[in-house]
């Protein structure tokens, strides 16, 4: 039997990643975790978030996955440090699309959307360091967007309001690039494209990450063979119609072989 891929996250946005994974990667076998009983994770001390994200790959590594990809910025900065140190599997974490923004950007502004831990986690500010003396970097914090996200809201006015309370002084500052920096904004691109209007790019880390999970596949040499459909079991620490209404939303739950279920973790 094939090895699994595991994939987490505080709740549904690591499906906008997972989602890219698989149309790189479709003879994978995978195993989503959406955490969200415990989402959001985004104003949680890194303590808190360590603690969460531990036992997610734990439950994992019983299920004899093969990698864990973090598919959570704010997981990622308060925890990939640790969980490497802890397991010795291939581990792949997110974080915000910083470098493609700042090494394209020709209005030498750009914004990040993203949340509390994310940005006070070393990668962002490690990675915005390096191009500040050329870039500005304007950040905000996304208060709201992750919850409404989780309750299936993804369009409407409240959404919009949301969006225009954060999009639109970043738009004034004259960015060219937007970048999503918590996987659970792509969920809301038509809003924010309201906004943003056609000159600024809207960026994310999905394609990076799918590269990267392909090039560890190879280089460790456990690419699964060809199988006739992708297998992907999506589980959730709460009651499942979110996660259920969010995969259909994001895959062609035909071209997949696919369940959904809640577990105690
Ligand atoms: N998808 C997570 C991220 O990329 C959401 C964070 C949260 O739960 O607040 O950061």
New binding site residues.
Partial sequence: MERPIGVI???I??LTVLRQIVEDLPNEEYIYIADSKN?????KSKEEIKHLVFRLADYLLQHNVKMIVV?????TAGAIYDLRKKYSIPIVG?EPAIKPAALNTKTKNIGVL??E??FRGNHFINTSNKYKDYVKIHMQVAKGL?ELAEAGIFDGKQVDDLIEKYVKPLVELNIDYLVL????YPLFYDSIKKFTGDNIKIIDSAKPVAIRVKDLLMTNHILSPEIFKTKIQFISTKEVDNLMLSVKKIFNIEQISCVVEKVEI
């Avoid at 920096?181 to 659970?184: A, I, L, Q, R």
């Fill in positions: 996250d505080s709740g946005g690591g989402a959001p994770y985004g104003p598919a959570c910025n704010t997981a997110l993203a949340t831990g994310t992750v920096g918590c996987t659970h």
